[in-house]
Every structure is written in C-alpha cells, then in structure tokens.
C-alpha cells in the first residue's frame, strides 16, 4: 500500500548535535512538507517542497533545513540552532498542488536531553 | 491575513450524543477546506473536505460539515459519537498553492 514513511518514532538530540529525521513516500506526489507540532498551538509548516531540487522556507524555518534530491524524500535536519527543538514532527505530501488533500506520515517525536 | 480558528480547545461529551466542533476562518477568496483527526502519537487523517458545490459534506466515519460563507464557518458534526471518535480534531484551511493553515485543534473527549 501507498504511504508516508517517517523514521525513527522516537528520536533523542544531545545538545549542540545536528540530527535528520527521514521521510519517504510512494505515493507520486509531487510536494512534500514539514510540520513542527507543539501542544496548544496547532502544526505550523517548517518546510515545504514543490519538485525536486526546489524548496521554499515555511514560518519557522530557522534552525531547521532540508532537501529534497528524489521525488521519494524529503529529510529534515534539526540544527543546533533551532533552539528549542522538542516537539511532534509530522511530514506530509500530495499530488494535486491546489486543493489536494494531505497524506501524513505517523511523525517523529524529537526530545533534546 | 488568513487564519483558521477553533474556539474550544476541549469539549467533552457522552457516547451516543451529537457533537459540533466549530471552525472559523479568514480567507479573502473562495477557501478549500478540510477537516482532519489525529489520534494521540500519530499522524493525522483526512475526514473531509469542501471545496466548491453543496455546502454539506459528508465524511468518514459519519462526520458531515456545513461551509457557510456568511459566517466564515465550517463546523463538524455527527450524530451520535463513539467511543472510539475520543481524538484531536484539526480544522485547514488551503492559503494557496501547496499551503494549508491549521487550527490550534480540538480535543475530544467522549464519556462512556
């Protein structure tokens, strides 16, 4: 069956250590997204990708950076300078640019310790 | 600038009673949009969408939504809520090519 694939689960980031979260998707969608989930204030979109090699900063892209190599995966580096980086992090594709629905994957849970 | 509001961050209801979860949002053209539920540590799942023609759509799982453009609403509803309908419910709305706005969500509580 088509899906989203996000690896791993579960992720532990020292401080000061870069870390990149996987995505991949056999759905033949063209776009591909990053959401950062916090409690209480929704998903706001970190990065977002149209076509391949092509990407385009969302509202929080500081600290955060991607690419986007094949049309399958889109991985999300975690910098050292985002901040505060302990949160739900959810990608997601689709095909139609306008008006298409979102596939999500099952997220990352990332935890600074 | 466009924006998507859900006034209750809770609610709380018995299982076999109607639920209405409200959407608000500002978009100065006609909006797409969806409304999605996601199940505590996962990722969320399309319910529904509008994006032009009858006002009333239907679902999964017996959710239907009413798109009333003189009230910039959007609000869910089912009749009788399950058990298993206990999650966080998300409003969207499509701010443009490739772009969605969500809502701050829903939780949903049932009492059984």
């Known amino acids: 069956d088509g899906g989203i694939t996000q690896s791993p689960k579960y992720l532990f980031r020292k401080e000061g250590q870069n870390v990149t979260l996987s995505c991949e998707q056999n759905?033949?969608?063209?776009?591909m997204y990053w959401y950062r989930q916090d409690p209480g204030q929704g998903l706001r979109l970190i990065y977002y990708s149209q076509i391949v090699n092509d990407f385009q900063k969302g509202d929080i892209a500081e600290g955060y950076s991607v690419s986007r190599e094949k049309k399958e995966s889109f991985p999300l580096t975690v910098t050292s300078a985002q901040k505060n980086p302990t949160a739900f992090y959810l990608c997601a594709s689709s095909k139609p640019p306008t008006g298409g629905d979102y596939t999500f994957g099952s997220g990352t849970r990332l935890t600074v310790v | 600038a466009q924006s998507v509001t859900q006034p209750d961050i809770h609610i709380t209801v018995s299982e076999g009673a109607s639920l209405e979860l409200r959407c608000n949002y500002s978009?100065?053209?006609?909006?797409?949009l969806f409304w999605y539920v996601q199940s505590p540590g996962q990722g969320l799942q399309l319910l529904l969408k509008?994006?032009?023609?009858?006002?009333l759509v239907q679902g999964i799982k017996g959710f239907e939504a009413e798109f009333k453009r003189s009230q910039s609403s959007f609000n869910l509803r089912k009749p009788s809520v399950h058990w298993s309908d206990a999650a966080e419910y998300f409003c969207a709305v499509e701010s443009g090519t490739y772009k969605y706005i969500f809502g701050t969500g829903t939780r949903l509580k049932v009492l059984a």
């Open positions: 978009y100065g053209a006609t909006p797409y």
């Open positions: 509008y994006f032009s023609g009858d006002t």
């Open positions: 759905l033949n969608h063209d776009a």
